[in-house]
């Protein structure tokens, strides 16, 4: 059984950074592309970016290219999202899933078979 569990959201303020995990077992995720996704309420779900399961390659969305930064340990089955100078409408739900590696999981946010139940992030002004 394929899970992945995110971790690592909290409150924080505005500049401030902050890393998630997301724990993968179940499978073997050779080949698999893993994306970081985000909620806010009342608002649809948007891809913030992607990283081969090799660490090789890794993709951003304009929102958050420059601020966020997504790594892999692939001793730990582990993937990681830190952001920084979290700004007023980074909050959300924040997402891992995990697809096929493609270009279509990779850059375009789709093609997503498992995903976490999510990790809230709130951020104080």
């Known amino acids: 059984q394929v899970q992945l569990v995110e971790s690592g959201g909290t409150l924080v303020q505005a500049g401030d950074s902050l890393r998630l995990s997301c724990a993968a077992s179940?499978?073997?995720?050779?080949?698999?592309?893993m994306g970081w996704f985000r909620q806010a309420p009342g608002k649809e779900r948007e891809f913030v970016g992607a990283?081969?399961?090799?660490?090789?390659?890794?993709y951003y969305e304009d929102s958050v290219k420059g601020r966020f930064t997504i790594s892999i340990d692939n001793t730990k089955n582990t993937v990681y999202l830190k952001m920084n100078s979290l700004k007023p409408e980074d909050p959300a739900f924040y997402y891992c899933?995990?697809?096929?590696?493609?270009?279509?999981?990779?850059?375009?946010?789709?093609?997503?078979?498992?995903w976490g139940q999510g990790t809230q992030v709130t951020v104080s002004s």
């Open positions: 179940g499978r073997t995720f050779a080949n698999y592309a």
């Open positions: 990283i081969s399961w090799s660490g090789g390659n890794t």
């Open positions: 899933a995990a697809g096929f590696d493609s270009l279509a999981t990779m850059t375009g946010g789709w093609g997503y078979d498992y």
